[in-house]
């Protein structure tokens, strides 16, 4: 078998906690931002709590100018067991390094990919570790912003060696907003989904596996706008809750107004649930992705409208009725939230740990002091968590290295708690 009863819990890019104990303070009488100064403070990563993960059999990374070859670090994972994966992007190649905490990681092993993989600053190649199983998926474009693939490569061996390349979208081509995200569940469960373009209207389609990634289903239609199209350049974000939960956040164009919503991808019947108090009416993109996360009671999302970030909690299950109905709280100013919203407390009313940012500047807002911390520049960033209340969590991101490069950091901010 491919998984055993002690691989049952999955990881990759997920919504983040923080804590060194089992229940991380939440002043629960107040808002999120209440005290909240008025300028950040500059903070290193390395001054965060936790220890730093060694680097050395990273691939050395490609400056901003091409005047440094070299990789891009595109996301991370990490399981309950603490076995580690990063993904790289070099060229037409995908770069996997795996290992584990204890262990460190392996020199990196190079997939050839038929096409450039897809990346940005927030967005590109996903991972997912399940145990022993590494699965990778990206958008390949023969050329960019034309076409598109989507693209899975699964490996049994934790990482060690990759199988031949599986195509995920039906319609060949259609991934041409170059846009996927990965979600990871409990027993070996994967969902993607992404951008799905045919005769000019954007769409969001997506596909499942239930084996870690070996075998994946047919993609199938997720949600079509009733005005044509979705908002096109901001990236769903799906999240598994307990049993077979499924949800998704995503952004809807809806006559000019590009609102965040939410919808239960295991309701047949279910519509979307619009979020926030008031609407967002954009000309353009805003070309930002949300933070889901999926607890007893219902999804909690963070998301973006005009420059301030928003908590959206349930206030009604969904089973009480057809459409459940959530709540909205000012989080703080910033720009493209990242995967942040992780609740260990059941009664927190605001996310234990948020990291958002402003242009290239990384962000931190932690429990108790919920002060805002500067952490400088960082290009791509990446929070690896498992869906286990008190499993690993890890942060990666390049950082400005002073001398007009990158370099890779890896905090561990918490280890397994047992």
Same mark, same amino acid.
Request: a negative charge.
């Given at each position: 078998?491919?998984?055993?009863?002690?691989?049952?819990?999955?990881?990759?890019?997920?919504?983040?906690?923080?804590?060194?104990?089992?229940?991380?303070?939440?002043?629960?009488?107040?808002?999120?931002?209440?005290?909240?100064?008025?300028?950040?403070?500059?903070?290193?990563?390395?001054?965060?709590?936790?220890?730093?993960?060694?680097?050395?059999?990273?691939? !050395?990374?490609?400056?901003?100018?091409?005047?440094?070859? /070299?990789?891009?670090?595109?996301?991370?994972?990490?399981?309950?067991?603490?076995?580690?994966?990063?993904?790289?992007?070099?060229?037409?190649?995908?770069?996997?390094?795996?290992?584990?905490?204890?262990?460190? $990681?392996? %020199?990196?092993?190079?997939? %050839?990919?038929?096409?450039?993989?897809?990346?940005?600053?927030?967005?590109?190649?996903?991972?997912?570790?399940?145990?022993?199983? @590494?699965?990778?998926?990206?958008?390949?474009?023969?050329?960019?912003?034309?076409?598109?693939?989507? #693209? !899975?490569?699964?490996?049994?061996?934790?990482?060690?060696?990759?199988?031949?390349?599986?195509?995920?979208?039906?319609?060949?081509?259609?991934?041409?907003?170059?846009? #996927?995200?990965?979600?990871?569940?409990?027993?070996?469960?994967?969902?993607?989904?992404?951008?799905?373009?045919?005769?000019?209207?954007?769409?969001?389609?997506?596909?499942?596996?239930?084996?870690?990634?070996?075998?994946?289903?047919?993609?199938?239609?997720?949600? !079509?706008?009733?005005?044509?199209?979705?908002? =096109?350049?901001?990236?769903? @974000? $799906?999240?598994?809750?307990? /049993?077979?939960?499924?949800?998704?956040?995503?952004?809807?164009? $809806?006559?000019? *107004? +590009?609102?965040?919503?939410?919808?239960?991808?295991?309701? &047949?019947?279910?519509?979307? #649930?619009?979020?926030?108090?008031?609407?967002?009416?954009?000309?353009?993109?805003?070309?930002?992705?949300?933070?889901?996360? @999926?607890?007893?009671?219902? =999804?909690?999302?963070? *998301?973006?409208?005009?420059?301030?970030?928003?908590?959206?909690?349930?206030?009604?299950?969904?089973? !009480?009725?057809?459409?459940?109905?959530?709540?909205?709280?000012?989080?703080?100013?910033?720009?493209?939230?990242?995967?942040?919203?992780?609740?260990?407390?059941?009664?927190?009313?605001?996310?234990?740990?948020?990291?958002?940012? #402003?242009?290239?500047?990384?962000?931190?807002?932690? &429990?108790?002091?919920?002060?805002?911390?500067?952490?400088?520049?960082?290009? +791509?960033?990446?929070?690896?968590?498992?869906?286990?209340?008190? /499993?690993?969590?890890?942060?990666?991101?390049?950082?400005?290295?002073?001398?007009?490069?990158?370099?890779?950091?890896?905090?561990?901010?918490?280890?397994?708690?047992?």
């Amino acid at each position: 078998m491919l998984l055993t009863l002690s691989l049952a819990v999955c990881a990759l890019l997920v919504p983040a906690t923080w804590a060194q104990d089992a229940h991380p303070p939440a002043p629960a009488d107040q808002p999120a931002n209440a005290d909240a100064p008025a300028a950040a403070t500059h903070i290193p990563i390395a001054a965060l709590p936790g220890r730093a993960l060694s680097t050395a059999n990273t691939p !050395a990374l490609a400056d901003d100018h091409g005047t440094r070859a /070299g990789a891009r670090f595109a996301g991370a994972a990490i399981d309950a067991e603490a076995r580690v994966a990063l993904v790289f992007t070099e060229g037409k190649s995908l770069l996997v390094s795996s290992g584990s905490v204890s262990a460190g $990681l392996r %020199e990196p092993v190079r997939i %050839e990919a038929a096409h450039k993989p897809a990346s940005g600053s927030f967005w590109g190649p996903q991972i997912a570790r399940c145990g022993s199983a @590494v699965t990778v998926v990206a958008v390949l474009a023969e050329k960019l912003g034309r076409d598109g693939d989507v #693209v !899975a490569w699964h490996s049994a061996d934790g990482g060690r060696s990759f199988g031949e390349p599986a195509r995920l979208n039906t319609l060949e081509g259609a991934a041409q907003e170059l846009l #996927v995200q990965l979600a990871a569940g409990d027993d070996g469960r994967l969902a993607a989904a992404w951008m799905h373009t045919e005769n000019g209207v954007v769409s969001l389609h997506g596909a499942e596996s239930r084996d870690a990634g070996a075998t994946w289903s047919v993609d199938r239609l997720l949600h !079509a706008s009733a005005h044509e199209s979705v908002c =096109p350049c901001c990236p769903p @974000v $799906l999240a598994f809750g307990a /049993g077979d939960a499924l949800w998704m956040l995503f952004r809807d164009d $809806l006559d000019g *107004y +590009r609102d965040s919503h939410l919808l239960d991808l295991r309701d &047949p019947e279910a519509s979307p #649930v619009r979020l926030g108090r008031e609407r967002w009416e954009l000309g353009g993109c805003p070309m930002s992705v949300g933070a889901l996360h @999926v607890r007893d009671d219902g =999804p909690h999302a963070v *998301y973006r409208r005009g420059d301030t970030l928003f908590l959206a909690q349930p206030t009604t299950q969904p089973a !009480a009725a057809r459409l459940p109905t959530f709540s909205e709280q000012e989080l703080v100013d910033g720009r493209w939230p990242l995967r942040a919203l992780r609740a260990d407390a059941p009664n927190t009313v605001f996310p234990p740990a948020l990291f958002w940012r #402003v242009g290239q500047k990384l962000h931190a807002r932690l &429990p108790g002091d919920w002060i805002d911390r500067d952490l400088g520049p960082a290009r +791509r960033v990446a929070l690896a968590d498992t869906r286990a209340p008190r /499993g690993p969590l890890l942060l990666a991101a390049e950082l400005d290295d002073g001398t007009g490069g990158w370099q890779l950091s890896l905090r561990l901010l918490r280890d397994r708690v047992r």
